[in-house]
């Protein structure tokens, strides 16, 4: 009988479509019912749009979970919590109600058709490794060696990113 296994987690959430507090409020919860303990979260940030930039703005957070999913499992739980939510993958880089990535899981290296782990996009993106470098600054990005504050320092996005003004959640 094997013991199952604690793992650390970080998602990033996003969303740019209706009331984005109450969505974030609302992956929190569905993240801690059917993924695992959220053991930190970072500040909100409020970002343009990566890709597409014709859409409204982003409120994006990263959150540490600890969670006895494996990373494939996890995936679907994510991705039927996405669905639940309300998002549909339509065209690639669309507004959505709530997007929910897997940053990091443990020190692990995951090269699935699915699934990448270190998000293959993570050093490129400053609205993701803003929040991440806020809770985790010195996790060392297992192939670059390098760690977030590095990456975060050396990132070529240069879209501004900021810390999002509102009352406490």
């Not at 490794?129 to 297992?142: G, N, R, S, V, Y």
């Amino acid at each position: 009988m094997s013991i199952p296994v604690v793992a650390n987690a970080y998602l990033l959430l996003g969303t740019n479509m209706g009331d984005r507090i109450t969505l974030l409020q609302q992956a929190y919860h569905e993240i801690a019912g059917d993924i695992g303990d959220i053991i930190n979260m970072s500040s909100i940030y409020e970002t343009a749009a990566w890709g597409n930039k014709d859409q409204p703005d982003y409120l994006n957070q990263v959150v540490a979970v600890a969670t006895l999913l494996q990373p494939l499992p996890l995936l679907e739980k994510i991705n039927a919590i996405e669905k639940k939510m309300g998002r549909q993958r339509i065209k690639k880089w669309e507004p959505r109600p709530i997007d929910i990535d897997i940053l990091w899981y443990a020190d692990q290296i995951i090269n699935e058709a699915h699934l990448q782990v270190p998000h293959p996009h993570l050093p490129n993106r400053r609205f993701a490794l803003m929040p991440l470098q806020e809770i985790a600054p010195l996790l060392i990005h297992p192939l670059s060696k390098k760690t977030v504050t590095e990456m975060l320092n050396h990132t070529p996005d240069h879209l501004p990113v900021h810390l999002y003004k509102h009352k406490h959640i």
